[in-house]
């Protein structure tokens, strides 16, 4: 449909101007209710075909699993802020008088 877009709107443009006056109207909304309804189409057969495979669409996103667990794992690993002197460990940096 989207490789023909060009050539529906230069055969709408084109019929508007060889249909009669009073269906000019009905010409120039027919490309709108045509891919509105090819859209709503689209839409409902992809959730039939998704409800018989057994697939749940009230069940969790992925992304919202992950956004639950990164909240929780910071929330987990947040610095307290009742502590002055929080030090993280790491190695201390070498010294110039060893070899």
Do not use: C, D, Q
């Amino acid at each position: 449909m989207v490789e023909w877009f060009p050539w529906i709107i230069a055969a709408n443009v084109i019929a508007l101007g060889v249909v009669k006056p009073g269906y000019r109207v009905l010409t120039f909304l027919s490309f709108p209710i045509v891919l509105l309804s090819l859209i709503a189409a689209i839409l409902i057969g992809s959730h039939t075909e998704a409800n018989r495979n057994g697939f749940e669409f009230g069940a969790t996103s992925v992304r919202e699993a992950l956004e639950t667990y990164i909240e929780k794992e910071r929330v987990r690993t947040e610095r307290p802020t009742f502590l002055i002197f929080w030090r993280e460990k790491s190695t201390p940096p070498p010294s110039a008088f060893t070899k």
